[in-house]
């Protein structure tokens, strides 16, 4: 058998054996999170700014205060069993495509499932917080600045792990330079800052988490455009890597969809956001980044403009940010909302997906 052809069915395979091990573990996940009660007593009461979050209050008293949060457990968890299941494979059998089956490699996939893994554990101890302590920042949990640092460290390690270890310092800048080709630009020194500017940008990008199903579909989009770009480089492991967060993702909206049986919750979020931005870097698409997950930029960047008009001009834009919960207060069904961010999110997926190829 053709490689080429093998990796196309082992990334496909995969991805099915993924979504096939969430859906199984997903009741069990689902019976424990209720049997714990984990989700918030009192729905948030206060915007980022410290003011009164009536509107997000009357949306969502009913839904934060009833549906568990963990659902992201359901994502991470099955692709490191995954992982392991198909490295101890290879280990046991002497036969090489069961072998070839093992996408843990140390160019490819070790820093992204570091990230996905340790931002994971983290967003699961906020979750915690959350639910059963009172914890330091507005809403609950952990401290914003235990979480902010460690983002930053992440990013930090794996700047780190790419200038120094791999020796990485150059972007690939699009369609400029030799067109359609594009150009690449040597940051030196200054690709560790930016991965770490990276990384924050994702981390913030989780405030798409909001409505059901909406996070899990729109993640969806942007881990399956990377996955295409991986392997157009060849990047085999890395493109499994993807699609098998991919399938997992699939499993998660079948229990997210309206109404949903739990939320992603920190523990989804903050993992697919510190691993998404490792392997932006990892495929050197990070100029595409924005593109790809362009309804993470229109989330934050809704956030980010409504605090600097009600900072300079004492007025907001929207009534409840990020946007989808301006579309809710404006009478918008949240499945609406929902499919509709979907069709967004592919769409320019598939753009930047484009873009990025060109080169």
């Known amino acids: 058998m053709p490689i080429f052809t093998y990796n196309v069915i082992k990334i496909l395979m995969l991805a099915a054996s993924s979504s096939i091990i969430a859906i199984l573990f997903a009741p069990l ?19 980022i700014d410290g003011k009164t979050a009536s509107v997000f209050h009357i949306l969502h008293q009913k839904r934060e205060t009833t549906v568990p949060r963990g659902g992201g457990i359901l994502i991470w968890l099955s692709v490191l069993i995954l992982i392991i299941i198909c490295f101890l494979l290879g280990d046991i059998f002497d036969v090489w495509w069961i072998k ?8 490819e996939t070790w820093l992204p499932l570091f990230a996905l893994v340790v931002a994971s554990v983290l967003g699961l101890a906020d979750d915690t917080a959350v639910v059963f302590g009172k914890g330091k920042y ?8 235990t979480r902010l640092a460690t983002v930053i460290l992440i990013g930090l390690i794996g700047g780190l792990w790419f200038y120094f270890k791999l020796g990485w310092d150059v972007i690939h800048v699009p369609l400029l330079g030799t067109f359609p080709e594009g150009m690449d630009i040597s940051l030196g020194f200054l690709y560790i800052p930016l991965f770490v500017i990276v990384t924050l940008a994702c981390w913030s990008g989780g405030v798409v988490d909001g409505i059901d199903g909406l996070s899990g579909g729109i993640f969806g989009s942007i881990f399956g455009a990377f996955a295409i770009i991986a392997f157009s480089q060849g990047k085999y492991d890395l493109a499994t890597f993807c699609a098998v967060i991919l399938g997992a993702l699939f499993s998660f909206l079948w229990f997210n969809i309206p109404p949903a049986r739990f939320y992603m919750g920190e523990t989804g979020i903050l993992g697919l956001t510190s691993s998404l931005a490792v392997i932006s870097f990892l495929t050197d698409s990070v100029l595409v980044l924005p593109i790809i997950a362009g309804v993470l930029v229109i989330e934050v960047g809704s956030v980010i403009l409504q605090l600097l008009s009600k900072k300079f001009r004492h007025k907001k834009i929207w009534i409840s940010t990020p946007i989808h919960h301006h579309l809710e207060a404006k009478g918008w069904p949240p499945y609406l909302i929902t499919m509709r961010f979907w069709i967004i999110g592919v769409v320019f997926a598939i753009l930047g997906v484009a873009i990025r190829l060109m080169g």
Request: net charge positive; charged share 30%.
């Open 138 to 145: 507005i809403g609950g949990g952990l401290r914003f600045t």
């Open 29 to 47: 996940l689902i019976k424990f999170l209720y049997k714990i009660k984990f989700w918030k007593k009192n729905a948030r009461e206060k915007t």
């Open 100 to 107: 070839e089956l093992n996408f843990l490699s140390k160019n």
